[in-house]
């Protein structure tokens, strides 16, 4: 194990959305700088970080200069392009490693990583062309969901059949891109696990936390999630299965469905997750400082739960109800985002419950 | 009452060591920017601002560029030259106002401040030379401390008296500069109290915490700390008292002396306070958020405490203790200072002890 990075050392983070902000503000509290890599103009973590480099991926003077003034590189979302790896790589480590990129980048890499692991997911078939998809709904059923097998988020990129769909234009609506024709799994409700590997393979969870989506994108998320012992221990001993096959460091989300089956891994995202910022006000260690720690080669934080929280994302026009939500007893987490488009993520807020209870079941 | 500032508007801070710093962070999660001034190299604070002048307060031209680039001006510290202030305002309004820094940047003028709203203070006496010394010790009592009025902190600019002290060589320790006599005060403990005030003159104070200090720097603050409730009752009402009569807004920091008569006032500082770090891990909204909140016309926010608390601030090197501390279950707060020196605050550290309990008595 390479020593821990010390204050005043660099981390590298690809992307400067507002994950990218909040794992900055972690790593000040660490005494480490921030250095973010991004092609847009003006993003939310430039405002605290120490250094921005503004870019597109496929600049490889701008890359190279960026691995060679930082200790360590990480990222803020999983769709980065692999040419843009190859090179950084030589220059600097990645964590989460390449592997984790690879798997999570890809769904039915993915769907086929999970299952490697005799994790139980939504029934699934490659789907390349019309033949592969009617085959796949023969094999599945007609109540199925269609999704391209990469760069798909937030509901984009994605299809839902039944008996009566027009197949063509499924295909069609996903521009012709390699798809994963996915189950329709009948589940009571959704969690999620935030899981964290260290440099010195330990593993540390937090405590799942249950999501409510709305129009495809997460809407709140609710600590404790109702859920059973035995499957509360299930979730976090998956989660520690996934983290150590793939030798991970960092912060991993792991969406779950909860059905009278059992638990179904619905996606992982190799990076600290939308669903994990109830922690900020929840734990003593939250989940961006969780992930810091990981990559900066230091031992994990103490992330139990002090607090029973509920997670509310403001996007869009929710952020309208801000000047409402100061007057309450809530934490508000703003972007810093000015421009207001519909299903941009502007903020969320922690409603803070109450002192930590207990599980329901 | 003017309207709140929006995200994507600016806070000035002047001032960029470890509370400009922290500071900064707070006003991210608002969506708010941070613009440093500061005159030093690498300041603390710059690690997670969106902007920094480096620039001496003399330099009118950057006072005026600051000025005019930012939409409210805050600080750090309370000893800002007076010419800058003056330049600075004209341009932008200065919270907490003119008022709070000139009473608190002069403890004579301190003490006579909290005199005129009969609150207690140690038997004091104005010093210029040795004549005014002397009345001085006939009247307090030979048990005092020679203080210089003002650019004194951390112990600095203060002498020691008893009976065999030789008057002269205390008058040239503090280099003739004009200072105040205080008589010694025989405290059971020391509190402090955290308190807020917004621009609609709303008030709220943290609990109160006990302080230790060490080599006249503050070591730790513990919460609760420990009072009866009327003694609480008491450190709340006159720091409430103390930020109306000044009209003040943003978070102050009043250093109190638990005596059996009652409270006795030490000093107050109009700016977020050393002893008020354990806020960032046992409340939901930290002193920094309050004061970044108040000075950007945002209603307070919930300052009430989840969990208890031991703040140790990490002095010099004791922070070579950090690579013991990342392995206990304890927040580590550091400063990102590489150069380590003697009663330099390089960081602290939260010991979470447990759920809130009730207060000591």
Known sequence: MTDPLQPGTTIGILGGGQLGRMLS??????????HI????????????AH?????SYDDNAALEQFASSVDVITYEFENIPVAALDRLETLCPIRPNRKALAVSQDRLTEKDFLKSLSLATAPYANVENLEDLKSGLAQIGPDAILKTR??????????????????????????????????????????SVIGA???DGQVACFDPGENVHRDGILHTTTVPAPLSTAQKTDAVLLTAQILNALE???????????????L???????????SGHWTQNGCVIDQFEQHIRA???????????????????????????????????????????????????????????????????
Not at 37 to 48: K, L, R, S, T
Not at 153 to 166: N, W
Not at 170 to 188: I, K, N, R, S, Y
């Open 25 to 34: 503000v972690a790593a000040s509290r660490l005494g480490l700088k921030t």
């Open 37 to 48: 890599f991004e092609p847009g103009q003006n993003p939310p973590a430039a405002d605290v």
């Open 51 to 55: 250094r921005v480099t503004t870019a």
């Open 150 to 191: 990469r760069f798909g988020y937030d509901g984009k990129g994605q299809v839902r059949l039944s008996e009566t769909s027009d197949l063509n234009a499924a295909l069609q609506d996903l521009g012709g891109a390699p798809a994963v024709l996915e189950g329709l799994v009948h589940f009571t409700h959704e969690v």
């Open 197 to 199: 590997r260290g440099m």
């Open 248 to 262: 991970y460091v960092g912060v991993m989300g792991v969406e779950l469905f909860v059905t009278h089956g059992g």
């Open 264 to 274: 179904i891994v619905n996606e992982i995202a190799p990076r600290v997750h939308n």
């Open 295 to 361: 990559v900066a080669g230091w031992p994990l934080g103490d992330g139990s739960r002090h607090s029973d929280v509920m997670m509310e994302n403001l996007i869009g026009n929710d952020v309208d109800r801000v000047s409402e939500l100061v007057h309450q007893g809530v934490a508000l987490h703003l972007y810093g985002k000015v421009d207001v488009k519909p299903g941009r993520k502007m903020g969320h807020v922690n409603h803070v419950v109450g002192p930590a209870g207990v599980q329901q079941s």
